[in-house]
């Protein structure tokens, strides 16, 4: 069974720093591309940033250029997205996704339906 399990969430400051981490289980993790989402109930899922398998190439939303950074540990089967200077636009769930997909672009990264896995989220809160 195929799990991935999202944690590092929680409340911070505006210009406040976190750092999430997807622990995944259940899959040969150096064959799967690995994506960080967001959503606020009743948006759709925005994607936010993706690293391949093969190069460890990373791809990111235009709107996290610079701000966010993803990032893996194959030797951990674990995926991180580290977020610096947070605003509270960037209040969200945060959800990481595994794809089996070799692709090139961020849009390519950013359609949903290529991911065969998802995590559960975790809620990131931006306030002061």
């Known amino acids: 069974q195929v799990q991935l399990v999202e944690s590092g969430g929680g409340s911070v400051q505006p210009g406040g720093s976190l750092r999430l981490s997807c622990v995944a289980s259940?899959?040969?993790?150096?064959?799967?591309?690995m994506s960080w989402y967001r959503q606020v109930p009743g948006k759709e899922r925005e994607f936010v940033a993706a690293i391949t398998w093969t190069s460890g190439s990373t791809y990111y939303a235009d709107s996290v250029k610079g701000q966010f950074t993803v990032s893996r540990d194959n030797a951990k089967i674990t995926a991180y997205l580290q977020m610096n200077s947070l605003k509270p636009g960037d209040t969200d769930v945060y959800y990481c996704?595994?794809?089996?997909?070799?692709?090139?672009?961020?849009?390519?990264?950013?359609?949903?339906?290529?991911?065969?896995?998802w995590g559960q989220g975790t809620q990131v809160t931006v306030s002061s």
């Open positions: 259940g899959l040969t993790f150096t064959t799967y591309a």
């Open positions: 996704a595994a794809s089996p997909s070799i692709l090139y672009s961020s849009f390519a990264y950013s359609r949903p339906g290529i991911y065969a896995y």
